[in-house]
């Protein structure tokens, strides 16, 4: 059975940073591209980055770019995403997402979520 932990949500200042994690258990994790997706308040899910199963690649929205991160460690079955210079419409529910096969680069491929983390920006 997939579970899909997050966390390292909370509130930030506008310009600060946040570094969430998702920690993996019920498959093997080294397999999967794994990926984040955001909710924000009356607004449709949104893919927000993508990491394939071996790190050979990466992708991000166009609104993130330059400013998230993110990265996995096959070891620890964990996934991250760092956060800098966060802004007010970054503010969001965070979902940690597990693609259906080694590469990702959409929302759609995703096929196993976690339950989310909220991140607010705010001063």
């Known amino acids: 059975q997939v579970q899909l932990v997050e966390s390292g949500g909370g509130l930030a200042q506008p310009g600060g940073s946040l570094r969430l994690s998702c920690a993996a258990s019920?498959?093997?994790?080294?397999?999967?591209?794994m990926g984040w997706a955001r909710q924000a308040p009356g607004k449709g899910l949104e893919y927000v980055s993508g990491?394939?199963?071996?790190?050979?690649?990466?992708s991000y929205a166009d609104s993130v770019k330059g400013r998230f991160t993110i990265s996995r460690d096959n070891a620890k079955n964990t996934v991250y995403l760092q956060m800098n210079n966060l802004k007010p419409e970054d503010t969001a529910l965070y979902y940690c997402?597990?693609?259906?096969?080694?590469?990702?680069?959409?929302?759609?491929?995703?096929?196993?979520w976690g339950q989310g983390t909220q991140v607010t920006v705010s001063s």
């Open positions: 997402a597990k693609a259906r096969s080694p590469r990702v680069r959409s929302l759609h491929e995703f096929s196993s």
């Open positions: 019920g498959f093997i994790f080294s397999k999967y591209a």
């Open positions: 990491i394939h199963s071996d790190t050979s690649d990466t």
